[in-house]
Structures are given as C-alpha cells and as structure tokens.
C-alpha cells in the first residue's frame, strides 16, 4: 500500500485569500520541462524536470509528486541527491491473492488507489526524502529546486505517438506525437503536481528533429539549432500560471498558418492538408470576437494554437493557450455537414480555454462551474451563430438526453460533498463507480455531467438574467488576471481557481439575488423531475383544471417545488401562468380569458404577437383552449407527460411558433394516426418558414403514422408527391432534379426524406416497392456535376435509405441463403451497394461516409438474412489503417454480430483489439459498443459467459491504466 | 517439235484463258503481249539449239524477258522525263541499255544473225480503256485565273461536303437517362475490371462473381484520402465555382477566399524573405508586419566563432529547414 497521506493538520495553512487551503505543504512557483529527446521508432521520450517550490511548513521532509509510466533516474534537490520511492498504486487495483471478484468491490479498490495518489489530497505516487543537509534549510521556509531525471518509453497514454510506417524519415512519413488524456493526466508523461488547483510559471523546452515542430503552451520565446545542425529546440515560457493539467505538447512535420485575422494566432496541421486548414480556421476569429465581446475581456493568453492531429483521443482537448483538435475535423469548403460541426468544435474549446485552461478550478467539486460557464458561453455562441431555434433545440436535446440517464442510472450529482470521506455517505450509492474522483467515472456519467452543468448554468440566468451573469464572469476573469499579472505573489494565484461557494457569491454580490433554493434543487442534489399532466375544462366555471402530477420515487427523480410556467393558447390569444407548485396540491384552476363561442372570421393572436387565421372546425366547440404546454422554457430540468386530444396537438404543430414545442407535438402526434394528423405534417413538411430540423422529424413521425394506418392509407405512398414536388424535375417527376444545395434547409430535407420514406411498410409489412424503385431511381439519376457542394452525405444518406427498406427475408426452414434464392428486390439493393462501394476505392468520399453507410447495410442485410451472416468483411474493415470512421462502422457491425450470434471467438477477437489496438479512441469506442449493445446481460444464459471470459475481463480491469474500467455489464 | 509444244502449249492456254477474255478486254489485252513473249521465248530456245522445254521453265523466262523489257520501258522514260521530253528517243534507250549493263554495240550484229527467226507481229489488240469512275455532278470547268492545261477538276462528291445533322436530343428526360446510365455503366464497368484485377471479397461463399467487392486494403496514411477532396471533386469545384454566377454565392465565402489567398500571399512573402535575408532590407514592411514566432528563423547555437562567418553561413542555413516543412 502507498504510504498515507501527511499529517493533515499541517496542511491547513490558510493562505490568507478567499480561503483555499493547498493540501500540499508547499507552494509550487515554476516548473521547467525539458524533454531533450524524442525518438519516433522507439516511442521514447527522455528528459527532466525542475520545480521550485516553498515549503510552507518547517518540518517538510518527504514531498509528493505525481508521476506514471515514467522512469525516474534521478532526483536531486538543491543538487542533493535525493532518495525517492515510486510507486502506482492503480498499475493492479486488486490485488492477485483476493478471491473476491465483484464490481463493488473493485469499485472500492479503485477508488481506494485513486485517492492514495489524488493530488487534491496531497498524495502522489513519487515520494522524495528530502536530504538531511537541507532541513534546516528547509525549516528557514527557503526555495527547494527538485530535478529530476526521467525516460518514458512506449506510452500507454498521456503521450500518443502516430507513425505511419511508410518509407522516409520520421518528417516525411508524418510521424508525430501529442499529449491526451483525460482530466488530470499529465503526470503520465512527466512528474508533475497534477492537480488542477496547484498553478505555477511554465518554461518548456523541447528539442525535436529539424524538420519537426514542437507546439506547446505560452509564447515561442526562440527556437535554437543544436550544434550538429540536424535538431533545434524550442524554447516556450508560459508566464500566467498554469496547472500542470493544462500542459499540452505536439510535435510533427507540421504546416503552419498564421492568422490571416490575428497574428498572434497560429494553426497547425499535417503535411498536405494545409488548404482545408485554411478553410476549417478561416471562421475562427469570428469566435474569438465573440467571446470576447460578451465576457468584456481580452483573450487571457498572449498567443493561441491550434493543432490537428491523427488518431486523436478527443475531438476537442483545451490547454492553455492550445487547443488539440482531430484532424478529421479538417474539411474543404464543398462540405456542408461537417462545417457546422467543426466549427462547433473550435468553439467549444475556445470557451474552454477562458473557463478550465486559464481560470482553473479548486477542487474536482468544483468543475461543474467551469463546465458549466463554459458550456453556456458556448450555447450563448451557438444562439448568435446559428440562431435561436438551433440553440432551444440544442437545449431540448440536452435536456431529453440528461432526463433519460438520469431516469436510467439514477441520478449525476453536480457538486458532491464528501462528508469525512467515508463510503458509508457516499451521494452517488445508486452508481456502480465513485464519483469522488474524475477518474473513477464512467466515461458517459461524465458527458452528462458536463451537459447538466451547462443547463443548469442557463437555469440560473433564467433566474438572475443573462446581464448579470456576464457580469459575473466578467468578475471571475478579471480578478483572475489581475492574480496572474502578480508574477512574484504566487500567494494571489489561488484567486485564479474557481470554487463552488466563489461563484455563488459572485452571483449574489453581482445581482442581489438568493439563487440558494436553484443551487440546492440541481447542484447539491442528483435527480430530474418527472412531471405527469392532464386537464379538463370546466365550462361552466369558464376554468381549465389542470393536474399536475410528479414522481418523485423512481430511481433519478426527485420532488420539485415552486414556481412552473404554463402556457395556454386560447382563441383570444396565448396566455402565461405561474403555478406554485406545493407538496400536496395536484389541481390548479387556471381561469381562461375567452368564451368558448367563437368568434367567426376572428384571427387569432399567438404568443409572438402574430395574428393568424386557423381553421378552428376540428376543436371541441365548447371549449376556447387550442393548446397548453408546461414549462415550455424549460426552466427545470424535467420530463412532461402531458395529455391533450390529437387535435390541441395539431394546433401546437401548426401555429406554436417554438421549435421545441413543435417537436413535443410531432413526438405526441405519433399516437394519433389519423388523417388530420397525417395533414398537420404534411403542411408543417411543405412549410419554407419551419425550421429545417423539425420538419426533418416531421418526415419520421409521417412514416410511422402511414405504417400505423396502413389499411387506410389512400394516395401514393407518404411523402413521395411532396418529395416530387420540392426535388423532382417539372417534366418528368420521376427525375430528380440535378443537385443544387446551396439552400442548406432543403438540402438536409432532400437528404431525410427518401430516408424516412424507406421506412414504409405495406400491408405485408414490407417496403412498397413504389418506394424501393423511387430511391434506386434517385440513386440511379443522382447528378452532382453542376453542385458547389460535395454530394458524399446525401449518396450515403440514399443507402441508408437503402438499408431501411429492408425487410426480414421469408426462410424456408432455415435454408443457407445462396445468391440463386436472393429476394430480386435485395439482389438491387446488393447491386448498388456493391457498385458505391468499390467507387469508393476509386473515388474515396469525405470521411468515407458512403463506405460507413455501405457497411452498415450490409450488416442489415445479414441480420435480415439476405445475405449469409458472415463477420469477416467487417473484420478486415476494423483493422488499423482504414479510416477511423469506417473501422468504428466494422467493429459496430462485429459487435453486433457477436451478439447475434453469440460467436466466442469474435468476443475473442474484440477484446484482443481493446487490449492491443493503437488507438486508443477506437479502444474506447470498442468497450463503449460492447456496453451498449452488450453480448450477453446480467440474467441471460449465454454460453459466451463462461469463467475464463471472467478471467480475462477482471485481469484487463486490473491492469486498465486508462479507460478500460467501464465492461460492467458483462462481467455479472 | 519443243517449239510446236510450246507454242501448242502457250496456244492452247491463250484459248483456256481466251474462253474467258471476251468477258474482260483488259485481260484480253494483256494476255496477248504475253503470248507473243512466250513464243519469242520458245523461238530463242529454238534457236539456241533446245528441242523441248518444261512449261514453267517457259513461263519463268517469259517473266524474266518481260520484266526486263518492263524495265527497260520504265527506265527510258524516266531519262526521257529528266530531259523534259515526253517521248523517248533511241538515245535514251541506249543510255538505258549502258545503264543495265548491256553491250549496245553487240545489237546489231545480233539483230543480223543469221538463224534468226522470224515471228509474226502480235495481233493488234486495242489498248483497253480504263473504265471511268462513276461520274457524279458535273465537273466544275476551270474558273478564269486557272490555265486550260492544268488538271480538271475531280468530281464534284471528293470535295463538296454536304454536312448531315441528327436531329439533336432535346428531351430533358432522354438526356438525363442517357447521363445516368452512361455514368452507371462507365462505374460498373470499371468497378468489375478493378474487382477481376485485384483481390475481392464476397458476400456469399459460394459465389464470388456476381456481387465482387474489392478487398478492403488499409492505408498507411488514412487521413489524407479521407479529408483530401479528390482531384475530380477539386475540379468539378473549379468548374462550378467559374460558371455559377449566381448572386446566391453566400457573402460570408467571397472575403474568406480573398482572405485565405492573401495568407497564402503573406506566407509566400515570408519565406522569400527568410530564405533571402539579404533582400529583406530592400523590402517595403508591409510583409513584415506578421511577427509570429513560428515564422521566424532558427536561431544559431551559441558556437564561439566569429560573426561574419556566421552571417556567411547564415542564408544557405534557413533553406533546408523551409523546404523541409513543405
């Protein structure tokens, strides 16, 4: 076992600021790193470090540093040698001689060795005896400087190296390297303090080939030839303080772009696709303008970088003042689809470096306010960018998608206090991980803790207004800068870390307002609300009685009390109500302002202020109300069942002008296949004015209400005369006109509708063959000569479209399926399949996107068999060296083969690539799929779980030095 | 007797191919030259004391004589045409004569001999006409500023073109079918040869052929063929961008074009200057207004030397590193 923390009561030596306590007797001033050698064939890194530190208390004699995987040589203190022990605890989590083999258990262990070297408990995993000549030194409270020397060979992380293993030097085959990891794990390439609230001056020295490029942290000071020529080094001095975490490093055979905006920005890229580089960042300053703008302060770093780098363990990683970002975010200017999301990407980490890079945080309680802050100021970014009903919809995405883990893993805990630390209270006993630490998360618990942060960020401005907040943060940022600018008071940095209890004093200082009730309903506790509404009009009373309902017992709710906004449309015009919401009281009676009779040839005024006229023949005669929707800000984080007729519904979909509750009515209207319904979206479908993405849901909710009225469907197939009309050429309908996308809205619904339409299903439950021909003929008559943009989304779209009409196949008595009894309509489907395929050998699209679709096809076709299920294409697919988009499409398609057919020596083959694969995302990705789609579950007899899978599952737990953790599902 | 068979022999070949002359007269013509060199053959042989000869001997001398008579013909006019006559002359014959070899001054005596024989004169046969050319049109007659004597024009269909038209298909719906299977059969087409020329995979095991895949192959580098547009692709975009002029081009593309040239521009410039610090002086600042760190040179290691050898070396230093990064 790791020797146990120190004393605690030395410790507590109060700083004398807003009452951040280092767990550390000492203050880190400066670090150096210098990494002198790198060497691409051995995977190696050699260097030093060196860090000034103050003891802060007089009988310092052991300091504790993070360090893993490195091999430390040597430390020396004020040139002494020094005597250290190393050891990492989280290398065998439990160790061999324990019989005891269940995930409770582990899930101790891990925790257990996790703190043995948090950081933010003072721990570490390197432990240095100060030398006995340097006490009284020490004890006079005067600077120690630790050197140290270390190697680092084959990193399993913190360091990727990519060599691609062509002919030429390192340079020309575009080898390179670059630092990942999650949260804090920096001391995985270098001994560092890794925690994220010890802030220290930087100076980072890299020596690298010559025709390489060392991008690091802080400003570029020179870069220096060694004395045979054939290395220079770079020298970086990174003057705000900066926790270790945030240290970042790439080096490679880099194109570099300076700004064309802003000179002092420069980005990154692989040899040869400098001109999508100019294209991806070309937007970038635009970001930076508006950031700036609204938080009223400078950019806090001197300089920013952006590097694109291969095999990337994130899309995203902020450091300070660099931002690593996957190369496959790089795209031309023919791209539609990709562009918005790159660019959502480069503002996302923009926002990041404000609120995690340069204001850290004190403790790991304390990150849902960085996520927080920065997830909002980039929702604020997306609202300017792409427009308010992109940003309610993303806020309605994230919300559906907290509210469905939370209700399915019982609950993300934004700020969890650990009261003695003992696990008895542990807040977070519902999960089968800790979540004291960020490294003993499950990867997914973490996104949505992320995505609640920032929603519950947009919470409190709803409470405070958007004003005051900007304010606050405009607080936060400079009180940080003005800390940073105190280059010899390192005492002040710790005004450079946020914690939970600053930030809510900084609200209520700034807006006077008690958010307190707020902080404690989301942040302090775990859970959503659950909501179950009903209504019915009283006409005599002229009152609509409104039940509202909660649940509040089921795993990841939790009782809500207070005020809740209800709309009600009514003929007379759209009305709010705020509802106390109390512990006992179900009903409401909220009093409707219009008289039921209706007032003919009256438009009817909505919540906008618009005046429009509605066929009001299809609602109840007795009753004013059109529509009610609850909470329609979304200003709880709640789930509504809510009850009203198919025609209130209608009404919503038609003239509700929200997004977010047009698409509430779309997912409602799918319980009402009638006719009116078919109608409301069939006009919502045809309407320029909507917004794009729900009529792109439109189109579903069409296809599934045609299926469920079938028998009754008159006309051609849903859809298809729409589709005719908007895309199809005037003469000859069955004709789709040559591609032109330069409208993005119809684009994206050329693209979804044929997808939607193969969802059709005729009385035998089969595709219409109607439809199965009118997607081969857009196939067939697909013409993207004359078009700006690149057609590679839209193809792969159609054979998703493809896929979709398949139909499970008849089978006589479980023939072997033979190309002489191939269905004729799969052997079409087959024919382009195979044809678009081998194009993309030819003609490789964008991300391969069509090979993505290709493949996914084809494994419908085997799951439906057409075709005989046959792992082995995918398998060459997955292999290392396809594009990583096309392998994550394989290994999907392998996993749910290995489910489908319980084959053992996939299940094989799958866990030996999460073991042995060079990438670590596709590691990740592999453990993610088999998750979600798992081989076997809990109760199920299977043959695959067998005691050596067991075996095998709990020694790559025990070994996982990153992400590995997370195979629960298969393991009981 | 010899010469009886032969000329009974070249008589009745003269009537076997006679049964067909009266079809052709230019045959006609032609056979009965030969049979009179056939019997000048046969009377030589005669003379030269033979007494019978075998039929191919005397068709292979017949060749022979002919050809050489041919010759002399062929060569005579050549020199008669050299000396811009038209007919020959004896002189030209004689210089002909020389020219082969033959001894002119030994023609007469033998011309006199005695055992000479004599043979009647073929019988004259008309010079068959060559048949003319199917006439079409009326030949064009000279205009004025041509001389009579120059050759008339050829028939009229040699020259004049009387270009055809289909009629042009215009069908919005033909064409566009016509486009998409063209396309359609040009990828199949190419898609099976690379499939029968390389490695495949197959959905089915028992067939191979019917749906051939190409087999998967990795990449050593798989970023670039993703992201890279393809040259078609860049082309294409070329083409759309130079002919669309459509006031729809969104306003926010045309500054990021200019935008991203002049950053080319700039980069350009810099490492004109880079690899040219003696130029930067004579330079006018405006490039020099970028000061980015990654774009400045390398710096020297600290060597203790003297400066101006360092200055020297310095250009020749910067190019490699420059060219490197490319």
């Known amino acids: 076992m790791p020797p146990t923390g120190l004393e605690p009561a030395r410790m507590n030596r109060k700083k004398g600021d807003k009452g951040f306590e280092s767990p550390r007797p000492y203050k880190l001033t400066h670090q150096v790193v210098c990494i002198n050698n790198i060497n691409f064939q051995r995977k190696s890194v050699v260097g030093f470090v060196e860090l000034t530190i103050f003891p802060t208390v007089a009988n310092l004699n052991r300091i504790k540093l993070n360090s893993k995987q490195c091999r430390i040589y040597r430390v020396r203190i004020n040139d002494l040698e020094a005597a250290f022990i190393y050891n990492d605890p989280t290398l065998e989590v439990c160790h061999n001689e324990s019989k005891q083999r269940n995930l409770n258990y582990f899930s101790n262990a891990y925790a257990a060795a996790v703190s043995a070297v948090d950081p933010d408990a003072g721990n570490g995993e390197l432990c240095i005896k100060v030398p006995s000549e340097l006490w009284k030194h020490v004890d006079e409270l005067k600077v120690l400087k630790i050197h140290i020397n270390f190697s680092l060979d084959q990193p399993k992380g913190g360091l990727h190296f990519v060599v691609p293993s062509v002919e030429g030097s390192m340079a020309e085959r575009g080898a390179h390297v670059f630092s990942c990891g999650y949260q804090n794990s920096t001391r995985f390439w270098f001994p560092c303090v890794d925690s994220y609230s010890e802030l220290c001056t930087w100076k980072l020295e890299f020596t690298v080939d010559a025709a390489m490029v060392a991008v690091s942290n802080g400003d570029l000071v020179e870069t220096v030839y060694t004395h045979d020529m054939r290395k220079k080094t770079f020298h970086y001095m990174l003057t705000i303080p900066t926790a270790a975490s945030n240290i970042s490093l790439a080096i490679g055979p880099f194109e570099i772009l300076v700004d064309p905006y802003m000179h002092e920005v420069t980005h990154f890229c692989l040899p040869q696709l400098l001109p999508l580089l100019k294209h991806t960042t070309s937007y970038l300053h635009e970001v930076f303008e508006f950031y700036e703008e609204i938080l009223t302060c400078r950019y806090p770093y001197s300089c920013f970088k952006t590097v694109f780098i291969d095999e990337a363990y994130v899309e995203v990683a902020a450091y300070a003042s660099m931002s690593i970002f996957s190369t496959n975010l790089l795209h031309s200017a023919m791209i539609i689809d990709e562009t918005p999301l790159t660019r959502r990407c480069l503002a996302q980490s923009l926002a990041q470096q404000f609120f995690g890079c340069f204001i850290s945080r004190m403790s790991w309680s304390d990150e849902w306010v960085l996520k927080g802050i920065s997830g909002y100021i980039y929702g604020l970014w997306m609202k300017k960018t792409f427009g308010v009903n992109e940003y309610r919809h993303w806020i309605k995405e994230e919300l559906d998608k907290i509210v469905a883990y939370e209700l399915k893993t019982g609950g993300v805990l934004l700020h969890p206090i650990f009261g003695g630390g003992k696990e008895k209270d542990n807040p977070a006993s519902h999960l089968h991980f800790s979540i004291k630490h960020p490294h003993t998360l499950s990867w997914e618990y973490y996104t949505m803790f992320q995505c609640k942060a920032h929603l519950v960020m947009r919470l409190i401005e709803n409470r405070i207004s958007m004003e005051f907040m900007l304010q606050v943060f405009n607080k936060l940022l400079s009180l940080a800068s003005t800390a940073s600018s105190q280059k010899f008071q390192s005492h002040m940095w710790s005004q450079m870390l946020v914690s939970t209890s600053g930030f809510l004093k900084s609200i209520s200082n700034v807006s006077g307002k008690d958010i307190q009730p707020l902080i404690k309903q989301w942040v302090d506790q775990s859970g959503v609300v659950k909501f179950y509404g009903s209504f019915a009009f009283n006409r005599k009373r002229n009152v609509l009685e409104l039940e509202i309902k909660q649940d509040y017992t089921s795993p990841g709710t939790q009782k809500y009390v207070g005020p809740l906004k209800v709309t009600v449309q009514e003929l007379d015009g759209s009305f709010n109500h705020t509802l106390q919401i109390e512990e006992n009281s179900l009903k409401h009676d909220i009093p409707c302002h219009s008289k039921s009779r209706r007032n003919k040839k009256k438009k009817i005024p909505l919540m906008n202020g618009e005046e429009v006229d509605m066929d009001l023949s299809a609602m109840d005669a007795d009753s004013p109300l059109l529509w009610i929707r609850i909470d329609p800000d979304m200003s709880v984080l709640r789930k509504v069942e809510f009850e009203q007729a198919d025609f209130m519904w209608q009404y919503q979909l038609r003239y509700e002008r929200d997004v977010v509750a047009q698409q509430e009515s779309i997912l409602a209207l799918e319980k009402f296949p009638t006719p009116a319904s078919r109608l409301a979206l069939t006009d919502i479908l045809e309407q320029e004015q909507c917004f794009y993405r729900v009529r792109m849901s439109a189109c579903f909710c069409l296809a599934k209400i045609a299926n469920s009225m079938v028998s009754t469907w008159t006309g051609p197939p849903a859809m298809k005369s729409l589709f005719t009309r908007m895309f199809c050429c005037k003469t000859c309908p069955n004709i789709v006109k040559t591609n032109n996308f330069m409208s993005f809205q119809s684009y994206f619904l050329q693209k979804t509708m044929p997808v939607a339409m193969a969802l059709l299903r005729d009385v035998h439950n089969l595709c219409p063959k109607e439809v199965l021909t009118f997607i081969l003929d857009l196939i067939k008559y697909n013409d993207n000569r004359k078009n700006k943009f690149s057609d590679n989304y839209y193809r792969a779209e159609m054979i998703d479209a493809l896929a979709n009409s398949v139909t499970p196949a008849v089978s006589v008595n479980n023939e072997v399926r033979t190309l002489d009894n191939l269905n004729p309509d799969v052997r079409l489907i087959l024919e382009e399949i195979t044809r678009f395929l081998n194009m993309e050998k030819l003609l490789p699209s964008y991300r391969h996107t069509i090979t993505v679709s290709c493949l996914r096809a084809i494994r419908v076709l085997q799951k439906n068999g057409h075709v005989p299920s046959d792992p082995a294409l995918f398998k060459s697919y997955a292999e290392y060296g396809h594009f990583v988009d096309i392998r994550i499409a394989a290994l999907e398609a392998v996993v749910d083969y290995t489910k489908v057919d319980r084959s053992y020596e996939e299940l094989q083959w799958l866990l030996n690539m999460i073991q042995n694969d060079p990438v670590p995302y596709v590691r990740h990705k592999i453990l993610n799929m088999l998750t979600k789609n798992p081989p076997f579950t809990k109760n199920m007899e299977s043959p695959l779980c067998n005691e050596a899978l067991v075996d095998q599952l709990w020694k790559l737990m025990n070994s996982g030095d990153d992400g590995t953790y997370f195979c629960k599902l298969k393991i009981k | ?326």
């Open chain 2, 1 to 326: 007797m010899a010469d009886a068979a032969a000329t009974a022999g070249a008589g009745s070949s003269g009537t076997r191919s006679g049964s067909k002359q009266s079809t052709n007269p230019a045959d006609n013509y032609h056979l009965a030259r030969r049979r009179t060199l056939q019997v000048v053959v046969s009377s030589l042989l005669t003379e030269a004391g033979f007494e019978s000869a075998e039929k191919a001997s005397v068709e292979t001398l017949t060749e022979m004589l002919q050809s050489y008579i041919s010759e002399i013909g062929r060569s005579a006019k050549s020199y008669c045409e050299h000396t811009a006559r038209t007919q020959p002359t004896l002189s030209d014959i004689v210089v002909t004569l020389v020219e082969m070899g033959f001894n002119v001054d030994t023609l007469p005596a033998y011309a006199k001999r005695s055992q000479r024989m004599v043979i009647t004169a073929p019988p004259v046969t008309n010079q068959p006409v060559t048949p003319k050319a199917l006439t079409a049109g009326q030949n064009r007659p000279h205009p004025p500023h041509i001389p009579s004597h120059f050759p008339e024009f050829p028939d009229p269909h040699t020259y004049i073109k009387t270009p055809t038209y289909r009629e042009p298909v215009s069908d919005y719906q033909v064409l566009r079918e016509k486009a998409a299977s063209q396309r359609r059969d040009v990828e199949r087409a190419l898609t099976r040869f690379m499939a029968k020329t390389g490695e495949t995979q197959s959905l089915f095991k028992d067939d191979v052929s019917t749906f051939p895949l190409i087999a998967a192959r990795p990449f050593t580098i798989p970023y670039l063929t993703a992201l890279l547009p393809s040259e078609l692709e860049m082309q294409q975009m070329e083409e759309t961008d130079s002919s669309e002029q459509d006031e729809q081009t969104d306003t926010e593309n045309l500054p990021l074009h200019i935008n991203t040239d002049d950053s080319g521009a700039e980069k350009e410039n810099t490492s004109v200057l880079q690899q040219n610090p003696s130029l930067s002086g004579s330079r006018n600042g405006e490039e020099n207004i970028i000061d980015n760190p990654y774009l400045r040179p390398v710096k020297k290691p600290k060597i203790r030397r003297k400066k101006t050898s360092l200055l020297l070396t310095s250009p020749g230093l910067h190019v490699p590193c420059r060219a490197d990064r490319r």
